[in-house]
């Protein structure tokens, strides 16, 4: 808890302390513990002297801000209407199979989460999605399974 109040406390003091702040401390700590907790949402409530019913409406609404830990391999496919078009269906399809988990979940190993995303600006090459901040567009079910596969590998080869 202590590391989680010093956490929020340096960035209120970067970014201040008016309602303005929010999102930018939020993305500081996502950046620093990859999910916003209840003690952190609680340390910003206090810093900015805001409701913690505000930080957690403003930490839930935004697609890349989470409530939960995550894997260390957020993979976010996009779910608009060109890449749903362009076989977005059957790209999900592929990796809830690769991955053995469903939308929303997270591997037992905790490397992968399968999360659905607006837009990323990738329609002309949809389907498209992102592993991390790294993009992949038209994908195709053996794209996505070397993809994967050589998410897997690095792994082995940290290990």
Do not use: W
């Not at 930018?24 to 620093?32: A, K, R, S, T, W």
């Not at 749903?84 to 999900?92: P, S």
């Not at 469903?102 to 329609?123: K, S, V």
């Amino acid at each position: 808890m202590a590391e989680v109040k010093q956490l929020v406390k340096g960035l209120a003091d970067q970014h201040g302390r008016s309602m303005e702040s929010l999102l930018p401390i939020l993305q500081g700590i996502i950046n620093q513990e990859q999910h916003i907790s209840e003690d952190a949402m609680v340390e910003v409530a206090r810093e900015l002297n805001i409701s913690a019913a505000q930080v957690y409406g403003t930490a839930t609404f935004y697609s890349f801000l989470h409530t939960k830990p995550l894997g260390k391999y957020v993979i976010r496919v996009c779910k608009t209407i060109t890449c749903m078009m362009h076989g977005k269906n059957q790209i999900i399809q592929e990796l809830e199979a690769v991955l053995k988990i469903n939308l929303g979940e997270t591997t037992h190993d905790r490397l992968f989460t399968l999360l659905e995303t607006n837009c990323l600006g990738q329609c002309h090459k949809g389907p498209a999605m992102l592993v991390n901040d790294e993009p992949y567009t038209e994908l195709t079910p053996e794209k996505v399974r070397a993809i994967i596969m050589k998410y897997k590998q690095q792994e082995l080869n940290v290990n």
